[in-house]
């Protein structure tokens, strides 16, 4: 498995944002970006999608396990 493309903006406490079906990162949340005055958002792009590379296979099942790794290197508190 290999990375997922992850985008970060803003300070503060984190907030993850994972798209649908169709679209990515900020093509799917432009409007979510004001929250990054307050809040560190984290736009992640599913297998396939945006920067993210395709994986073998395809789902949700795959994106889970692919995204499980960001979980921990996400400071959850604000500094």
Not at 9 to 31: K, N, Q, R
Not at 40 to 59: H, K, M, T
Request: charged share 20%; hydrophobic share 45%.
């Amino acid at each position: 498995m290999t990375d997922l493309h992850v985008e970060v903006y803003g300070e503060g406490e984190a907030a993850i944002f994972v798209h649908g079906t169709f679209g990515w990162g900020l093509d799917t949340f432009p409007h979510q970006l004001a929250l990054a005055d307050q809040h560190r958002l984290i736009l992640v792009d599913r297998c396939g999608f945006g920067n993210s590379p395709a994986a073998d296979q395809v789902g949700w099942h795959i994106d889970k396990c692919m995204a499980k790794p960001i979980l921990p290197r996400i400071d959850w508190c604000m500094p």
